[in-house]
């Protein structure tokens, strides 16, 4: 059994398709996705330069109540909102209580921190 994943303009895979090697090549040329080879879709990779690629782990810190080395541009979310940050170095201004801080920054994997404040 072959497979090919497709993916969208920033790498994200969208699908996979499976089939004989006879079906999987007609699939290549007649279809108007970008594809990759394999089975990707739902496994922490993208696709670069027509490959499959792995995903880098977020490489945000946390320290006290300061992020540091944020991707630029990133999405800070804190209990489920989210804000756009173009700064590489935040300070949180949080409430009183447990806090959970996602950082969303494509193609790297998500950065999850949790603080008590």
């Not at 108007?32 to 879709?41: C, I, L």
């Not at 959970?100 to 790297?108: E, G, L, S, V």
Request: hydrophobic content about 40%; charged content about 25%.
């Amino acid at each position: 059994m072959a497979a090919i994943t497709f993916y969208d303009e920033k790498g994200q895979f969208t699908g996979e398709l499976f089939g004989d090697a006879i079906v999987i090549e007609l699939n290549k040329t007649l279809t108007e996705n970008a594809w990759v080879d394999g089975a990707w879709y739902g496994k922490p990779y993208y696709a670069l330069d027509g490959e499959a690629a792995e995903r880098a782990e977020c490489p945000a810190v946390l320290t006290g109540l300061i992020l540091t080395e944020l991707p630029v541009p990133c999405v800070i979310e804190i209990n489920g909102t989210k804000y756009d940050s173009d700064d590489a170095t935040v300070e949180l201004d949080l409430g009183t209580g447990e806090h959970k801080i996602t950082i969303i920054a494509w193609p790297y994997l998500d950065g999850v921190f949790n603080v008590e404040n």
